[in-house]
Structure formats: structure tokens, C-alpha cells
């Protein structure tokens, strides 16, 4: 059976994805159905269509923040490989007593609901999945041969089991720092006050456990689920400054250089993503934004933090920086001028304006996702300075191509001024994008004011006579 | 960090709170520090800005000093409502172009009133400074309130003919087709016929029939279909109401649903009082001077009421778009939003409802600029512009 390319899926609404998604949910080839979700998981992660409540997936809701598509030679701690998780689970399901339930879970066509409150059956299944690690654990001790079994299955089967094992016995304690968490974003509740919680179920879950990568995970978990991405700088920053205090030094260090480790993997990922179309630029800038954040609160933490960790850092906003002059400032330009190179006085189409709108949003992004760090590399600086003189320029053509023109032809082509200028909002200062747009209502013949306020009156009156 | 506005004289300035209860309980003295408008004219008037920081902000004319005013609602992701000098807006934030000219606009209307505001506010959208969308949604409105007009003047008119028996049962079919000069036409004879009725002269009887066919417009008669704005989203309320009911999302819920509710039974009391008094028209007329100015003063009561609750019914949607996970910042929006009914005008049965809720929702926190940069976030431009464009076209 042959699979649509990436490329066309990527073109595919959000609607069709979803369906897309759930037609691969019932692919009985397990390969091709993973090989087909592979294909759209970027798009899943925003969309987040409702996925089948099966036993296998249920299984993945402890650690599914942990999980990773890409499958570096060296793994490092705490990034499960998608790819282990199907070996695994058959193990798990071998040592399973009561195959009943979760024959029963894979037949109910229920919905998979991320809450952070199992339901008790659920629970209870939680609790002999965790049996079931657990014996596969102590197999990896006790059983010599085991741990080659392991590595011919997966190559990190064998530490995979070791960290689900941990995350399973601290599952109750994970899941109720995440409703804690979540709480505090539905206004009555605990406010910015559950990281001393959070904390102190850290400490509950590793207790007596002498083993700091327990901790490591407790929070590894949280940080990396996307559903608590706002609270990140919180729970680093309690981290750190417990770390500051000297309990486990290493831990918010070790914790942070993991995700910025994750965080070059995604950016890698994004930007190997052809920046063709104004989606691509604004889904580049969107990561851009992402990462920028993610550093920068790890960056606020990292005066308590080990110095590698400025240092890995200020790599990794050394390659946003070099992407952001080169081939993003590429592809923006193009788009700009794809608007701006238009020759004759045809006026620009609806489509044409919204792809303008959609380049310049993107280009606004990525400057305000990166104002704090450092100034903007010069040729996406130049871009914005260029984008503003030649959509200008095209406008002005636009307009002396009507100045003779009838009252009908002017009032569209004023309609049109106003929805660029609007569209170059987002990168230009008020005056500019006024005068921009005040030029070109003169030479129609509209307006002409001192007083932006009567401008705008003059512009309303315009725009509204024109339809009375 | 606070940032307080400044008034004209430079001074800083937040909403006043009321005084202190006497001898009240604790819950009373702490909600007597929380802003609660006392009136609608307090509470001001929805603003259909774009810039983020002033998204759903309300727009006032201060009594004392008879300045203009705008209300701005966790401005500072604090519990404080900011009041800032109309005329001073720009100098504190970055408007949009779009709310430059709706600025322009409103202060040339005087919109001071929902009905009015809500005017500005297409004649702003429909240059396209909110988008394409917004000025598509903003043309259809502007024809649908032509529309509402017309067919409330109709409606009327039916009601006149069937009292007076002028013309015969074929009635309805002509005044389905009638347009333009014919329709004058009827209006004159109708009005001459009921000037005999009702012992005014027949010019006088004829402005006053027009008069309150303007007045009726925005709810429009009960037994038209879909008729008025009015009646429309007080139908988009009372889903809105059901919707929250049903999704039972906890304590936050309830009380959304509950001020819905609340909202939702005054203004079906409201519109119930205002179709009772028109159903007699000869009595109405009658007594002209105090009724219409009776019924002015109620369709805008009315208005006020149900003001600011379509962006509360599209918050909600967006909220609620996804079941499997529900934005529940979207929810603190609605409830730093949510359109509390002024404790004079409301009884005090639900008095302790919106106390309640009014003391609820200052626990919400919400920043809307980029803290960084000081930039306006045009992203969220964008869904409060799409926002703007779906409830223009009720």
C-alpha cells in the first residue's frame, strides 16, 4: 500500500488530518499505520484529535510527555522512543492476568480524555501495568540473558524499562501535581502556590528511592507535558532554587540540559520544514517562539544552574539567530515580494493580501520572540525596512493608475489600501503605516488631514458612503 | 507590577470601590472592595476594540466630571479595573489602526449607548481596518439593521390594518410585496384611518407611527419571526446559559451560567413588559408622551443588559471548540468579562449571585501585551478581529 507523501498532507486541512488520523487509528497494519501517523505527528501535536481509548495507549498516559519520534544514537535520559513502546507493551501483556479488561478497553470505541483523574477501572489497570514493569525490572536483574532479549527487541529497551518502572511507582504523585497545576489555571484554586506542592510530592514520590533520576523524571515529566508549558518557569525555578539551597545541585542543571537538548532536537526538526507558503513561515515562527521561551526561562534560572547550561543555551540561540538571517529572511522576502513585484496597477487579491498579512504576522513573531535575546540578524531587519517601502510603492502605483479613474474604482482601491496597510501593521510604527496609507487616500482624492482623527472620520465616511 | 493610569491631571486612578457595608459580614466587607457597578451607566458600554489590552473593555462617561472614560479589566494581570482618559488612550498604549478610527468615531457619535456603539462599530469595521472578514460581517449587519427596520415598520403597520380593518384579508400578501412609494403610500392611508381611532391629527399620527416603528426596531414585535437584534441574542444567551449548564465544568461554571441566567430572566421580564404595553396601541397612543419615552427608556435598559454578552457566547464556543480539552483560559476571559448586572438594576433576590461572582472574578489573571517587547500581540489582534467579525452578523 502506498502513503500519501508529507507533502501533500501538510496541505490537507485540519479537518481532513483528523479524519486522515482516524482512519489511520483503524489500519490493521501496525507498521503502515505507524509509518502514516509519523507522517502527520507535527500537525497531531496541535490539532490533538481524540484519539481511541485503547489498552496500549493507556498504558502510554504516564509518560507520553516523554515520548520521542526521533531515535538519536545516544539516547538520552528521559526521551522514550516511540519506537520501544510496541515491544514493550507486548511484555507488559504477557504478564497481564486479566486480559478481560483490556479486551474489553480496546473494544469500547470510547474516547481517550487526557484528564489528569483516571477513572477507577483505569486505575486499577494503572496499578498491574505497574506490576507488570516492575517484574520485567526485576527480570532485568535476576534473569542474565533478559537484558540481551531487551537490547534485540530495542536497543534502549533495557534503561526504557528502568525509567517507566520509576515513573509508574510515582504515577499517583505525578498525576496529582499535574491537577494541581492544571487547577491553578481555573481561577479558584491554588494560584502560582502549587510549586511548593509540586515539590513536596517530588519528594514524597523518591522517598527512600536514593536515586536522584527518580526526581530527575518526576519533573521531566511535567516539563515536558505541553498541556503545562506555561508553567515551566515555575517549576524550574522552585527546582533551581532548591538546587541553590544545595539539596541535589545537579538535578535542575541535569533536568534543564535536557530540555534544551529536546528543544535542538524540535528546532532541528522545524527547520528542515520548507518555508515555501506563509503557514510554513508562520509554523517556523511558532517554533522559533517556543524554543525562544523555553530558553529564556531556563535562562532566568541559570545563574543557579551549571554554566553548560548558559553555554548550550547561547548555542542554540546562535543557530535560531543564523536561521532567522537566513533562510527565514529568505523565504519572508520572497513572500514579500510575490505581493510588492506585481507589475501593472491590478489591484492585489483577496488572497494575495491575506498571504501578505500571514508573511508579515510571521515576521512580527519571530521579532518579538527574539527582542529580548538580541537584535534581530540585519537581513530580516532590512526585510522589515523593504517590506514597508515596497508595499508603499505598490500602493502608490496602484493609486496614480486611478487618479482619473471613476468614484467606484477609487473607493476599491482605497478598500485595498486600508487592508494592506492594515497588513503591515504588525512590523511598521503608527505614522508610518499612516502616512503609508494617507498618501495613497490623498492621491485618490479622499483625504487630506492634519488630524489623524479626521483622517479616520474622512476614511469611515468613505468607506460607508460607498455602500449607502 | 501595576501600572496605574494616569488621568488628565496626571494623577493615578482606579476604579473607585464602594464604601464599606455597614455591619456586614466578612464576605460583604470584601466584596465591598471589589468594583461593582452600580448602574448601567457605571458599567459602561462594550467597546469593540482590537488592541489586546483593551479587547472587551468598556467605555463610560464619568457623571462627575462628565469626561469620557474607558474600563479597562486586569490591564495590569491584577485584579484592578483601570480607568483611563479616553482622550489620553493613545498616549498610554498602542492602538491599532482600526482602533484609532473607532476612537475617531465614537467620539463623534457621542456612542455612549450599546446601540450606538454598536453602530461605531460597524461603520469602523466595514473600511476593512479589522480585516476582510470583519468588513464583510460588518456590510451584511449594517443591511440587517435596515432590514430589522423595515420589517419592524411592516409588522406594525399589520398590526394597525388588522386593528382597523382598511384593508382586507389580502393584507399580508400586499405588504409582502409592497416596496418603496406603495408602501409610503399604505403608511398614509393606514395612519389616517388610525388618527380617527386614536383623535390625533393625521400628520401628527403618522410621525408617531414611525417614530415608534424606529424605537421598536432593535427588539422588533413578538409574533414576527427571528425579528430584532434584541430578541436574537437574548435566544443566543439563554443557549449560551444551557451550553454552560451542560458542561458542567465546576464551580466557575455554575456561576457563569448562573449570571446568564439571571441576565437572561430580566431581560425576558423586560421584553415581556415592553410587548405588553405595545399590544394596545390606541392606549399607547393615548398616552404618547409618557409611553414612548417609557419605552425608549426600556429598549434601552434592555440593551444594556444583554450588552457585551455575544463576545461572552463567542468565548465560550472557542472555548469549548475542542471537549477534550477545554481552554480553560478562554473561561478566565469570559469571567474577567462577564457582563454583571449592576446591583441597582437588578432585585435583590439575584443581588447575592452577581455579589458573589463580582468577588470570583477578581481572582483572574490575564496579560494581554507582550511583556517584552511592549508591542500589541497581532496574533490575538487576529481572533479578537474574527471575534468582532461573528457576532456583528447576529
Known amino acids: 500500500m502506498q502513503l500519501p507523501e508529507r507533502k501533500e498532507l501538510d496541505q490537507l486541512s485540519e479537518e481532513k488530518i483528523k479524519m486522515v488520523y482516524a482512519l489511520a487509528d483503524k489500519m490493521p497494519d501496525g507498521q503502515l499505520r505507524g509509518q502514516l501517523k509519523d507522517q502527520i505527528r507535527h500537525r497531531l501535536k496541535k490539532i490533538r ?71 477507577v477501572e483505569h486505575r486499577q489497570l494503572l496499578a498491574s501495568y505497574a506490576d507488570a514493569v516492575s517484574q520485567i525490572r526485576s527480570a532485568l536483574s535476576s534473569d542474565r540473558e533478559m537484558p540481551a532479549r531487551l537490547t534485540a527487541m530495542h536497543r534502549d529497551l533495557p534503561d526504557v524499562v528502568e525509567e517507566i518502572h520509576a515513573i509508574y511507582q510515582m504515577r499517583d504523585e505525578i498525576l496529582t501535581a499535574k491537577r494541581q497545576i492544571i487547577a491553578s489555571e481555573q481561577l479558584i484554586g491554588i494560584g502560582d502556590e502549587y510549586t511548593r506542592s509540586v515539590m513536596a510530592l517530588a519528594r514524597q514520590a523518591t522517598a527512600g528511592r536514593g536515586d536522584q533520576r527518580w526526581y530527575k523524571l ?11 508549558a506555561d508553567h515551566s518557569g515555575h517549576l524550574i525555578e522552585a527546582l533551581a532554587e532548591k538546587s541553590a539551597r544545595g539539596a541535589g545541585a545537579s538535578i535542575a542543571s541535569e533536568v534543564c540540559e535536557i530540555m534544551v537538548a529536546r528543544e535542538g532536537e524540535a528546532l532541528k526538526a522545524g527547520f528542515a520544514e520548507a518555508l515555501t507558503t506563509p503557514a510554513g513561515l508562520n509554523a517556523a515562527a511558532d517554533q522559533v517562539r517556543a524554543s525562544a521561551e523555553s530558553l529564556g526561562v531556563m535562562r532566568l534560572a541559570s545563574p543557579h544552574l551549571n554554566r553548560q547550561i548558559g553555554e548550550s543555551i547561547d548555542r ?45 504576522l510571521a515576521v512580527a513573531k519571530v521579532q518579538a520572540a527574539i527582542h529580548h535575546v538580541y537584535d534581530p540578524p540585519a537581513d530580516l531587519k532590512e526585510l522589515a525596512k523593504t517590506a514597508i517601502e515596497s508595499v508603499g510603492a505598490r500602493l502608490d502605483r496602484i493609486a496614480a ?50 488630524d489623524p482623527a479626521q483622517f479616520f472620520l474622512k476614511i469611515i465616511q468613505a468607506m460607508n458612503t460607498t455602500h449607502e | 507590577m501595576n501600572r496605574p493610569a494616569l488621568t488628565r491631571n496626571g494623577a493615578a486612578k482606579t476604579a473607585e470601590p464602594p ?12 466584596l465591598a472592595y471589589d468594583y461593582a457597578p452600580s448602574t448601567f451607566d457605571e458599567r459602561g458600554t462594550t467597546v469593540a476594540f482590537t488592541t489586546p489590552e483593551l479587547a472587551f473593555s468598556r467605555f463610560r462617561r464619568d457623571s462627575r466630571t462628565n469626561h469620557l472614560e474607558v474600563l479597562v479589566m486586569g490591564f495590569s494581570g491584577g485584579r484592578s479595573i483601570y480607568v483611563f482618559p479616553w482622550e489620553g488612550l493613545a498616549s498610554v498604549l498602542r492602538l491599532t489602526l482600526h482602533d ?46 435596515a432590514q430589522d427596520e423595515k420589517l419592524t415598520r411592516e409588522a406594525m403597520l399589520r398590526r394597525i390594518i388588522r386593528l382597523t380593518g382598511v384593508l382586507d384579508k389580502t393584507t399580508d400578501d400586499l405588504m409582502r410585496r409592497v416596496r418603496g412609494r406603495v408602501g409610503e403610500s399604505i403608511i398614509v392611508q393606514v395612519s389616517d384611518v388610525f388618527s380617527k381611532l386614536t383623535r390625533q391629527p393625521p400628520e401628527l399620527c403618522r410621525s408617531r407611527l414611525l417614530e415608534l416603528s424606529d424605537a421598536m426596531g432593535p427588539l422588533g414585535f413578538a409574533d414576527e419571526q427571528d425579528a430584532g437584534y434584541l430578541r436574537r441574542t437574548l435566544r443566543q444567551l439563554e443557549e449560551l446559559r444551557t451550553s454552560i449548564s451542560a458542561a458542567n465544568i465546576g464551580a466557575t461554571g455554575h456561576l457563569a451560567a448562573e449570571t446568564a441566567g439571571v441576565t437572561a430572566r430580566m431581560a425576558e421580564r423586560m421584553i415581556g413588559e415592553i410587548d405588553r404595553e405595545i399590544r394596545n396601541l390606541p392606549a399607547f397612543f393615548a398616552g404618547w408622551e409618557t409611553n414612548i419615552a417609557r419605552l425608549r427608556h426600556s429598549m434601552d435598559r434592555l440593551a444594556w443588559l444583554l450588552d457585551g454578552w455575544l463576545d461572552v457566547c463567542e468565548l465560550w464556543q472557542a472555548a469549548m471548540a475542542d471537549r477534550q480539552n477545554i481552554d480553560h483560559r478562554r473561561i478566565a476571559e469570559i469571567m474577567r468579562i462577564i457582563p454583571l448586572v449592576p446591583k441597582g438594576e437588578c432585585e435583590t433576590t439575584v443581588r447575592a449571585t452577581m455579589d458573589n461572582l463580582s468577588g470570583i472574578r477578581h481572582r483572574i489573571v490575564q496579560q494581554l501585551q507582550d511583556w517584552r517587547t511592549g508591542e500589541v500581540d497581532y496574533e490575538i489582534v487576529s481572533r479578537i478581529e474574527a471575534i468582532k467579525a461573528r457576532t456583528a452578523v447576529l
Open chain 1, 49 to 119: 484529535p481524540l484519539r481511541r481509548l485503547t489498552a496500549s495507549r493507556l498504558f502510554c498516559l504516564p509518560f507520553e510527555s516523554l515520548l520521542s519520534n526521533d531515535t538519536p544514537r545516544m539516547r538520552t535520559f528521559g526521551s522514550i522512543p516511540r519506537n520501544c513502546v510496541g515491544p514493550l507493551w507486548s511484555l507488559v501483556k504477557d504478564r497481564l492476568t486479566d486480559h478481560e479488561t483490556i479486551d474489553r478497553i480496546d473494544a469500547s470505541n470510547q474516547m481517550l480524555m487526557p484528564q489528569p483523574c483516571p477513572m
Open chain 1, 401 to 450: 493608475a486611478r487618479v482619473a479613474g471613476t468614484m467606484r474604482q477609487k473607493q476599491d482601491a482605497l478598500a485595498v489600501a486600508v487592508q494592506v496597510a492594515r497588513s503591515i501593521e504588525p512590523i511598521s510604527n503608527e505614522e508610518t503605516v499612516l502616512e503609508m496609507l494617507e498618501d495613497c487616500a490623498v492621491q485618490l482624492g479622499f483625504a487630506e488631514s492634519s
Open chain 1, 316 to 360: 542554540m540561540e546562535e543557530r535560531i539567530h543564523e536561521f532567522l538571517g537566513g533562510q527565514f529572511a529568505k523565504a519572508a522576502g520572497a513572500g514579500v515580494a510575490s505581493f510588492t513585484g506585481a507589475t501593472g496597477e491590478n489591484l492585489p487579491t483577496v488572497d494575495e493580501i491575506k498571504a501578505l498579512g500571514q508573511t508579515i
Open chain 1, 218 to 228: 518526576f519533573f521531566l515529566v511535567l516539563l515536558m507535558d505541553e498541556e503545562l
Open chain 2, 100 to 145: 484609532r478610527a473607532l476612537q475617531a468615531e465614537i467620539s463623534l457619535a457621542d456612542a455612549i449607548t450599546p446601540m450606538r456603539m454598536r453602530l461605531a462599530a460597524h461603520r469602523v469595521a466595514r473600511t476593512g481596518l479589522a480585516g476582510a472578514e470583519a468588513a464583510a460581517a460588518a456590510t451584511i449587519a449594517i443591511e440587517r439593521i
Open chain 2, 19 to 30: 464604601r464599606a457595608a455597614l455591619g456586614g459580614d466578612a464576605q460583604t466587607l470584601h
